[in-house]
């Protein structure tokens, strides 16, 4: 099973990119990378998901290196609302989701 | 358009008793999952169903629990007898094929207390 190590926690600075990085060096060919945060209290959310191209919505942007062994999640300018924990998470097998223990994301004002 | 819904929210009970979670997916997923999330931990997936048939169970402690999704909408997940163990935040999640084709939605979970 493709596993994902994150920093255990970060800080960011009210209205600055927020850069949450990711390593999957055992990441399959085929294997999608997504990206969920847990807010308190709440059921996980998802953010966005790629495979080997960069990809961005209106919450965030996924950058995926070449060799796809690690990837970065940029939220472009963090507010209070995005502290929270983020989850990098390689699709394993078929069909399930390893969560890991996420990064603690912290912005502070 | 509406999330999934679950209930309880909350549960208290002593161990050795049962407990059961309810989970309405949202309207028109055909894939089902059930988590268990403990505190200070990511989710774990305890079952997985696409409509009515199990896809993954290979998590789930079978000597308690169990899980159903008659009907292909609705699914209770439940624990007979509960351990001190088993207190976590149970998370319900649907989406509309398998993982690869989309999101998972998640409920806002069930949280349980096992004294």
């Known amino acids: 099973d493709a596993k994902t190590t994150q920093p255990p926690s970060m800080d960011c600075a009210e209205g600055r990119a927020a850069n949450l990085p990711c390593n999957h060096s055992?990441?399959?060919?085929?294997?999608?990378v997504y990206w969920y945060r847990q807010i308190h209290s709440q059921g996980p959310q998802y953010i966005i998901h790629?495979?080997?191209n960069n990809e961005t919505n209106e919450m965030a942007s996924l950058i995926i290196t070449e060799d796809r062994k690690s990837s970065t999640l940029i939220l472009p300018h963090a507010t209070l609302r995005d502290t929270a924990v983020y989850y990098c998470?390689?699709?394993?097998?078929?069909?399930?989701?390893?969560f890991g223990t996420g990064t603690r994301l912290t912005v502070i004002p | 358009e509406a999330g999934v819904a679950q209930s309880p929210r909350y549960k208290i009970i002593e161990k050795r008793q049962s407990v059961a979670f309810w989970c309405n997916p949202i309207?028109?997923?055909?894939?089902l999952y059930w988590y268990q999330q403990i505190l200070g931990q990511g989710p774990k997936l305890l079952i997985q169903?696409?409509?009515?048939?199990?896809?993954?169970d290979s998590q789930l402690p079978k000597d308690r629990f169990s899980a159903e999704r008659l009907k292909g909408v609705d699914s209770t997940l439940k624990i007979q007898p509960a351990k001190l163990e088993d207190s976590a935040v149970y998370l319900c999640?649907?989406?509309?094929?398998?993982?690869?084709?989309?999101?998972?939605?998640f409920g806002e979970g069930s949280r349980l207390t096992v004294l």
């Open positions: 999640a649907s989406s509309l094929g398998l993982v690869g084709t989309g999101e998972l939605f």
């Open positions: 055992t990441i399959s060919g085929n294997e999608y």
């Open positions: 790629g495979l080997k």
């Open positions: 998470i390689v699709q394993t097998g078929a069909n399930n989701l390893f």
């Open positions: 309207s028109g997923h055909a894939t």
């Open positions: 169903f696409q409509n009515n048939g199990v896809v993954d």
